[in-house]
């Protein structure tokens, strides 16, 4: 602004109101900096404040302990302070600037670490149902090549299949394995004492050749390179992203490590992570050729409707393991149910809830076994209907495809016509060989029918016509025989 009204009145020759006008100030303003030759500050003569008394009282503790400014703040009201905690809060922050943690700069030998952790992204449809979408991430921490899975869920039975399926992927297992301090893989860390892993997840470790290297509480940069890929995971892969249905999002991540996350040129390395596992590929360890089995095992009670229970979701055994214990192995795509070493039942897993799932198979010995009581007691009271039912169901049998249907007709005859009727029936069917309820049908309806009783005889002709003589017998022939023929 000095140099603009030195300029407006100096080189344009502007009058001084003229200028004021310009340059919207006031002409006694403008007219005192056209005295001063050059541009001086105006001198700040700083105010007193209310804490300029105690700033030597709050250097002092600071000194002898790491108070905070609301501390400091209780300590100088008790010795008559009357400002602000603002105050206090902007002074003790420049006496005491904040410290901002420093971090060493890790290097990781070929085949020496993998960094493993979980990330979380909305909620997914799963058939009817909406579940929280998770995917795991595992990280080579030399080449820097990524694993990428996505789940429903994030138990045992998942984080230990999305190991084994990272391993297969990456034709190896590395040296050790960093993870934070999940349930799935730390039970407990306390400070000053060494952690306690899970047992599986130990097993696990052992079964595969690698140790276990968990981070310190609240230390995640620890494992900075998977922090930093299920941030890219989420920035590049899921943002803006339409997931419409769970079973797409597994073939369009990998085809995303393909020909994206692998192959680009990482910012840290400037090598493509493809090109640099090459290098790391010759010192990862083999695999083990025995699959692991990463079900979670559960010890269920199966129901009176011979099903059990896992996730809400219901599954059915056969009706003979009803009320009986069962061992159950829930892994991430199926369920099989154990009794003893015996299995007995083996399902797709369902990630909805409350729904029921049942082999067909199951229920249909149950059906047929109280189909086979069912038949059982008609034939007691189909045989209690005559001495002759037996006779008569051993001739229906063979002529009739169908004589359980017919049994049953009879008797339903039998509550209409009465037990002596349908008793007198069936001697006359096995008589007259008739075999089938219509024929036992027939027999009742003939005897139950009332015939017309006689009439009187009508004559049509005179009386005189029926006044007949016959001439009496001649019975001589029966005389002249000796003896009877």
Same mark, same amino acid.
């Given at each position: 602004?000095?140099?603009?009204?030195?300029?407006?009145?100096?080189?344009?020759?502007?009058?001084?109101?003229?200028?004021?006008?310009?340059?919207?100030?006031?002409?006694?303003?403008?007219?005192?900096?056209?005295?001063?030759?050059?541009?001086?500050?105006?001198?700040?003569?700083?105010?007193?404040?209310?804490?300029?008394?105690?700033?030597?009282?709050?250097?002092?503790?600071?000194?002898?302990?790491?108070?905070?400014?609301?501390?400091?703040?209780?300590?100088?009201?008790?010795?008559?302070?009357?400002?602000?905690?603002?105050?206090?809060?902007?002074?003790?922050?420049?006496?005491?600037?904040?410290?901002?943690?420093?971090?060493?700069?890790?290097?990781?030998?070929?085949?020496?670490?993998?960094?493993?952790?979980?990330?979380?992204?909305?909620?997914?449809?799963?058939?009817?149902?909406?579940?929280?979408?998770?995917?795991?991430?595992? @990280?080579? $921490?030399?080449?820097?090549?990524?694993? =990428? #899975?996505?789940? %429903?869920?994030?138990?045992?039975?998942? *984080? +230990?299949?999305?190991?084994?399926?990272?391993?297969?992927?990456?034709?190896?297992?590395?040296?050790?394995?960093?993870?934070?301090?999940?349930?799935?893989?730390?039970?407990?860390?306390?400070?000053?004492?060494?952690?306690?892993?899970?047992?599986?997840?130990?097993?696990?470790?052992?079964?595969?050749?690698?140790?276990?290297?968990?981070?310190? @509480?609240? $230390?995640?940069?620890?494992?900075?390179? =998977? #922090?930093?890929? %299920?941030?890219?995971?989420?920035?590049? *892969? +899921?943002?803006?992203?339409?997931?419409?249905?769970?079973?797409?999002?597994?073939?369009?991540?990998?085809?995303?490590?393909?020909?994206?996350?692998?192959?680009?040129?990482?910012?840290?390395?400037?090598?493509?992570?493809?090109?640099?596992?090459?290098?790391?590929?010759?010192?990862?360890?083999?695999?083990?050729?025995?699959?692991?089995?990463?079900?979670?095992?559960?010890?269920?009670?199966?129901?009176?409707?011979?099903?059990?229970?896992?996730?809400?979701?219901?599954?059915?055994?056969?009706?003979?393991?009803?009320?009986?214990?069962?061992?159950?192995?829930?892994?991430?795509?199926?369920?099989?149910?154990?009794?003893?070493?015996?299995?007995?039942?083996?399902?797709?897993?369902?990630?909805?809830?409350?729904?029921?799932?049942?082999?067909?198979?199951?229920?249909?010995?149950?059906?047929?076994?109280?189909?086979?009581?069912?038949?059982?007691?008609?034939?007691?009271?189909?045989?209690?209907?005559?001495?002759?039912?037996?006779?008569?169901?051993?001739?229906?049998?063979?002529?009739?495809?169908?004589?359980?249907?017919?049994?049953?007709?009879?008797?339903?005859?039998?509550?209409?016509?009465?037990?002596?009727?349908?008793?007198?029936?069936?001697?006359?069917?096995?008589?007259?060989?008739?075999?089938?309820?219509?024929?036992?049908?027939?027999?009742?309806?003939?005897?139950?029918?009332?015939?017309?009783?006689?009439?009187?005889?009508?004559?049509?002709?005179?009386?005189?016509?029926?006044?007949?003589?016959?001439?009496?017998?001649?019975?001589?022939?029966?005389?002249?025989?000796?003896?009877?023929?």
């Amino acid at each position: 602004m000095y140099c603009r009204i030195h300029d407006h009145c100096t080189r344009q020759r502007l009058s001084v109101a003229q200028a004021a006008r310009t340059l919207g100030l006031d002409a006694k303003t403008v007219a005192r900096w056209l005295t001063r030759p050059r541009y001086e500050p105006r001198a700040v003569v700083p105010r007193a404040s209310r804490l300029d008394a105690f700033k030597g009282a709050i250097v002092r503790l600071l000194d002898t302990h790491a108070y905070s400014a609301q501390q400091v703040y209780q300590r100088l009201r008790e010795d008559g302070f009357t400002g602000s905690l603002t105050l206090v809060r902007d002074y003790v922050r420049q006496v005491r600037p904040v410290k901002r943690p420093v971090y060493l700069k890790l290097h990781f030998e070929p085949g020496e670490v993998a960094q493993v952790d979980w990330g979380e992204w909305g909620t997914i449809a799963v058939g009817q149902t909406r579940r929280r979408l998770s995917f795991f991430v595992m @990280v080579l $921490a030399h080449s820097r090549l990524m694993y =990428v #899975e996505f789940c %429903v869920s994030q138990a045992m039975e998942h *984080f +230990l299949s999305c190991h084994e399926r990272a391993f297969s992927s990456f034709g190896g297992v590395v040296e050790r394995v960093m993870v934070d301090n999940l349930k799935s893989a730390v039970l407990r860390r306390l400070a000053g004492e060494a952690p306690v892993f899970n047992p599986r997840y130990v097993d696990f470790a052992r079964h595969y050749g690698f140790q276990i290297s968990p981070c310190n @509480v609240a $230390a995640g940069n620890e494992k900075g390179r =998977v #922090e930093s890929g %299920v941030g890219y995971v989420k920035k590049n *892969f +899921l943002n803006g992203l339409d997931l419409a249905e769970f079973s797409a999002v597994n073939p369009a991540a990998r085809l995303w490590l393909d020909t994206i996350a692998n192959v680009r040129v990482h910012g840290e390395t400037r090598e493509r992570p493809v090109d640099s596992f090459e290098k790391e590929r010759g010192h990862l360890r083999a695999l083990n050729r025995n699959p692991y089995d990463c079900a979670r095992i559960l010890n269920l009670r199966a129901s009176s409707q011979f099903r059990f229970t896992v996730d809400t979701n219901h599954y059915s055994v056969p009706p003979d393991f009803a009320y009986r214990c069962l061992v159950v192995k829930v892994y991430p795509d199926r369920v099989c149910a154990y009794y003893g070493d015996r299995l007995i039942a083996r399902h797709v897993r369902s990630y909805e809830r409350h729904k029921d799932i049942e082999i067909p198979d199951h229920a249909k010995a149950l059906v047929a076994q109280r189909g086979r009581a069912r038949d059982q007691r008609l034939m007691v009271h189909f045989l209690a209907l005559s001495p002759n039912a037996a006779a008569y169901y051993q001739g229906l049998e063979p002529r009739r495809a169908n004589a359980r249907l017919h049994v049953r007709k009879i008797l339903a005859l039998a509550e209409i016509y009465g037990a002596a009727e349908m008793e007198r029936a069936i001697d006359d069917g096995l008589a007259f060989q008739a075999f089938s309820a219509e024929y036992v049908t027939n027999i009742l309806e003939m005897r139950s029918r009332k015939l017309p009783e006689t009439g009187p005889l009508q004559l049509t002709r005179h009386q005189d016509l029926l006044e007949i003589e016959l001439p009496a017998p001649d019975l001589s022939a029966y005389e002249d025989q000796d003896e009877p023929t």
